[in-house]
């Protein structure tokens, strides 16, 4: 069974940092590509970033510069740093693997549904707040 457990998120100040980490099971974690998806109360869910492999990576303009995901195959993680963040990064954070990176790409822009990925997890809370 593919899954992803995401753990690392908690309250940090503005300015401050956290890293999010994303564990993978169930199948060929080199193989698949990642991504990073927030939802705030009352929002939709939007992504935060891609892990494309060999084609990069990509950001959503809100966290471009400040926020940075990689990818250890060795120990089977995803990674989101999240750096200078701001009140509106406040929000569940959820990691989303699929073995096409183009399907991931369309998921995160909008043109497939999110159930069309391989796998979720089930979210982190990350509250930014003084």
């Known amino acids: 069974e593919v899954q992803l457990v995401e753990s690392g998120g908690g309250l940090v100040q503005p300015g401050g940092s956290l890293r999010l980490s994303c564990a993978a099971s169930?199948?060929?974690?080199?193989?698949?590509?990642m991504g990073w998806f927030r939802q705030a109360p009352g929002k939709e869910r939007e992504y935060v970033a891609l892990y494309l492999g060999a084609s990069g990576t990509q950001y959503a303009d809100s966290v471009k510069g400040r926020f940075n995901i990689s990818k250890d195959n060795t120990n089977r993680k995803a990674y989101l740093q999240m750096n200078n963040q701001q009140p509106e990064d406040t929000a569940m954070y959820f990691c989303?693997?699929?073995?096409?990176?183009?399907?991931?790409?369309?998921?995160?822009?909008?043109?497939?549904?999110?159930?069309?990925?391989?796998?979720w997890g089930r979210g982190s809370q990350v509250t930014v707040s003084s």
């Open positions: 989303a693997t699929d073995h096409n990176p183009s399907l991931l790409f369309a998921v995160a822009t909008g043109r497939a549904p999110p159930d069309t990925l391989a796998a």
């Open positions: 169930g199948f060929t974690f080199s193989t698949y590509y």
